[in-house]
Nanobody, 128 residues
Framework: EVQLVESGGGLVQAGGSLRLSCAAS????????IAWFRQAPGKEREGVSC????????YYADSVKGRFTISSDNAKNTVYLQMNTLKPEDTAVYYC?????????????????????WGQGTQVTVSS
């Protein structure tokens, strides 16, 4: 059974930090790109960051560059999102998702397709 389980969300003050984890199971981790998406109330889901490919190339949305860092621990089948200097506008439910490398297009990493598997989400709330 394929599973993506997020953890690490919570309530933090503006300027603070959180680290999200995405634990994957049920598929061959190295054959997939793993991304973080987020969705705030009343807004569309947006791609935040992605890591994928043989070289573990990383991608970031402009809104989080320099503040968020994505990394992976292949031995643990886990992807992390270190979020620093958090802002109230980062408040959202954060989801991790997995896309097969064979269908992954680097320039389109932020689109929902072709992410096949999705986690249940973890809430991040940043107070001002």
């Amino acid at each position: 059974e394929v599973q993506l389980v997020e953890s690490g969300g919570g309530l933090v003050q503006a300027g603070g930090s959180l680290r999200l984890s995405c634990a994957a199971s049920g598929f061959t981790f190295r054959d997939y790109a793993i991304a973080w998406f987020r969705q705030a109330p009343g807004k569309e889901r947006e791609g935040v960051s992605c890591i994928g490919g043989r070289l573990g190339t990383t991608y970031y949305a402009d809104s989080v560059k320099g503040r968020f860092t994505i990394s992976s621990d292949n031995a643990k089948n886990t992807v992390y999102l270190q979020m620093n200097t958090l802002k109230p506008e980062d408040t959202a439910v954060y989801y991790c998702a997995a896309a097969p490398i064979s269908l992954f297009v680097r320039g389109l990493w932020f689109r929902s397709y072709p992410y096949d598997y999705w986690g249940q989400g973890t809430q991040v709330t940043v107070s001002s």
